[in-house]
């Protein structure tokens, strides 16, 4: 029998600090069709990439460009915009 406690817990690793954290802690990016959008149902499909919810993963991931790169499509710079916005207080 299998116990509430024994479930398994997925984990991802988020592109800017490369740390592996559960994915519910994470913004999960999506590219289709070209097009990059934040997908907080976590159910998109596309190609995925995940970022912390931290200011200071949002910024490098900015900086640097990485959700371009692992998404293999352009993105805006809304989308940090966006993703700066589920940070909780």
Do not use: W
Request: net charge positive.
């Amino acid at each position: 029998m299998e116990r509430k406690s024994d479930k398994h817990i997925p984990l991802r690793m988020c592109v800017a600090c490369r740390t592996m954290r559960p994915q519910e802690e994470l913004i999960r990016v999506v590219c289709s069709n070209g097009v990059a959008e934040i997908d907080s149902e976590k159910k998109k499909f596309g190609r995925g990439a995940y970022i912390c919810r931290s200011a200071e993963c949002i910024a490098r991931a900015a900086k640097k460009n990485v959700l371009a790169r692992h998404l293999k499509c352009s993105v805006p710079k809304e989308i940090y915009a966006a993703a700066g916005e589920t940070i909780p207080e």
